[in-house]
């Protein structure tokens, strides 16, 4: 049984589309569905099933995941030893990230790091903290960028502290150096209701505050966005606010407030020797 059937199943059930595993692997979108259909038929078992929201997998298919991930993994450890044999250096590393670390860590250390290590290839998903510990739990992800302290059974690296700033609308800035947590009861405030917003629900329960929420809103940018036009003000982490297009005023908050953000893995003996030094690489390069 061809090993690319395997990774065709991996690609398409991690991306929940034939179309997106399409996209990644090069393949035409019928190519991936045939592939798919042709790995069940030599199995005799179901797979995955298809419906309006994309494809998901079956109890079977959840059930022989891991084996298969295993597998290709495998593959890639015995591909990478033969590139040695040739003075090649390959492989790949899959990072789990939030947009702050995307946006503003990850493209320099891939810089850095690819010029030494031209022929390693990296697979980046984002997604909340939930998410990112989820895909270290089952496997999906060699590393991922979280908010620490964060699940006991990783290990974690501290890369950066930074500040949680209150931000306003740049002509109507408070003219002291601080704003005060407890203001938010009478400000209009903008919330970010999903899961990367720990830190300021965190910030809320410790000062015992209740901010008066006017509008709330998924999107980091369309945050920004609503504080710029005066809709209300917000409180955002630090590395996210910088080289913004928006016309904004930040505030360090009374009291102040910080968020740790690390690298995690499950066991660093255990990780893949690209991803290994990847590791090695970030934890050369903190602080950032």
Request: aromatic letters at 8%; glycine letters at 6%.
């Amino acid at each position: 049984m061809s090993i690319k059937k395997y990774e065709v199943l991996l690609q398409t059930a991690d991306l929940g589309s034939f179309t997106k595993a399409s996209e990644v692997l090069g393949y035409t979108q019928s190519a991936i569905s045939h592939i798919v259909t042709g790995l069940e038929d030599e199995l005799g078992l179901k797979l995955l099933t298809r419906d309006r929201f994309g494809v998901r997998l079956t109890p079977e298919g959840e059930a022989l995941l891991p084996a298969i991930r295993a597998v290709c993994q495998q593959n890639q450890e015995v591909t990478r030893q033969a590139a040695q044999f040739h003075g090649l250096e390959i492989g790949q590393v899959r990072i789990g990230t939030f947009l702050s670390v995307s946006v503003h860590i990850l493209p320099d250390l891939l810089h850095t790091f690819s010029q030494r290590h031209p022929n390693i290839t990296f697979e980046l998903l984002q997604g909340s903290y939930e998410d990112i510990e989820r895909w270290l739990s089952e496997g999906r992800i060699d590393l991922g960028f979280l908010r620490l302290p964060t699940n006991s059974h990783f290990e974690c690296t501290l890369l950066l502290e930074e500040r949680i700033l209150a931000i306003f609308p740049e002509d109507q800035a408070p003219e002291e150096d601080t704003f005060p947590v407890e203001a938010l009861k009478q400000a209009p405030y903008i919330l970010r209701p999903d899961s990367l917003d720990n830190e300021t629900r965190e910030i809320f329960r410790k000062t015992f505050c209740n901010p008066r929420i006017t509008y709330s809103a998924k999107d980091d940018y369309a945050v920004m966005a609503m504080v710029e036009r005066g809709l209300g003000i917000s409180i955002l982490p630090e590395l996210l606010l910088k080289r913004t297009p928006y016309r904004l005023a930040k505030r360090e908050l009374s009291p102040p407030a910080t968020r740790q953000i690390g690298v995690a893995c499950k066991n660093p003996q255990a990780l893949p020797p690209a991803a290994r030094q990847f590791l090695h690489h970030i934890k050369q390069a903190a602080p950032l």
